[in-house]
């Protein structure tokens, strides 16, 4: 069985994976970073998710000699030409303060009228090997976004986005409704038929 690592200390993230490879009949043994504590963080200094996802992918297995997959994602509106983007964890200034980012964003786009409050979520998930190969998939779920967040699952712009075809946010979907739709859901199924290629 091969030994497959995901770039993230988020047990959320390990477990979802994990069950989309099972699902698709690929009995990987799939860890998170913890299992390597000694191994630094790496810096994301890519300008695009792809290149993010590939700089983490590519350290992980530079270091550990097993392939391995790391994602970046963030929220793109539409008016503010793609923004926040890859700096959606930092927006505010300070990289991970969820509402901070979320009340600088609600009040950019304050006067901003309902047809134009279209965003997406994307992501970008990679999947990199020791000997250097590569593959980056993408996954987006659109949507538009509330003046005001509702729902309390979720994390980061969840809140805010409402995606297209639904009346509630991300933030007031269930675990198992957002995983079905998300962006990240998207890209790491999209994963599957290239680790069945390169994997077997």
Known sequence: ?????????????????????ADAGLPHDLVGADAYPDIPDVKETGVTFA????????ALAQATGHPAVADDSGLCVDVLGGAPGIFSARWAGRHGDDRANLDL?????????????????????????????????????RGVLRHAPAGTNGFGYDPVLQPDG?????AELTPSEKNAISHRGKAFRGLVPVVRELLG
């Open 166 to 170: 639904e009346t509630r946010t991300c």
């Open 105 to 141: 964003l609600l009040a950019q786009l304050s006067d901003i009228a309902e047809e134009h409050r279209g965003a997406h979520f994307a992501c970008a998930a990679a999947l990199a090997l020791p000997d250097g190969t590569e593959r980056v998939v993408e996954g987006r779920l």
């Open 51 to 58: 290149e993010n996802a590939l700089l983490k992918a590519h």
């Open 1 to 21: 069985m091969t030994r497959l690592i995901l770039a993230t200390r988020n047990a959320g993230k390990i477990t979802e994976l994990r069950s989309i490879l």
